[in-house]
């Protein structure tokens, strides 16, 4: 079974960045449509990125300008570079597939930004 395991998280302050890496233990990763999602605390989990099979990519309007989702398919990982980060920003993130197909849940990394 695919495995999801997320990294890359931190503590960082106000207006620094973070790269995330999300790498899939196998499947056939370069046909999925990947999202990153962050669930803050007493908050529900939100989609903030997708990248398509084609590298098409699309972004929720809070983290819009500021993160970058990519792809390398030959590592079976996708990113998630964030920059100008903020307090709100703060939240546990996790990939999955975006396709209604998700994977097992991975741990998920910390980010916390600290104003």
């Known amino acids: 079974q695919v495995q999801l395991v997320e990294s890359g998280g931190g503590l960082v302050q106000a207006g620094g960045s973070l790269r995330l890496s999300c790498a899939a233990s196998?499947?056939?990763?370069?046909?999925?449509?990947m999202n990153w999602y962050r669930q803050g605390p007493g908050k529900q989990r939100e989609t903030v990125a997708s990248?398509?099979?084609?590298?098409?990519?699309t972004y929720s309007d809070s983290v819009k300008g500021r993160f970058t989702i990519s792809r390398d398919n030959a590592k079976k990982t996708v990113y998630l570079q964030m920059n100008s980060l903020k307090p709100e920003d703060t939240a546990v993130y996790y990939c999955n597939r975006g396709d209604g197909r998700e994977l097992p849940w991975g741990q998920g990394t910390q980010v916390t930004v600290s104003s």
């Open positions: 196998g499947g056939a990763f370069s046909i999925y449509l």
């Open positions: 990248i398509t099979s084609d590298y098409i990519t």
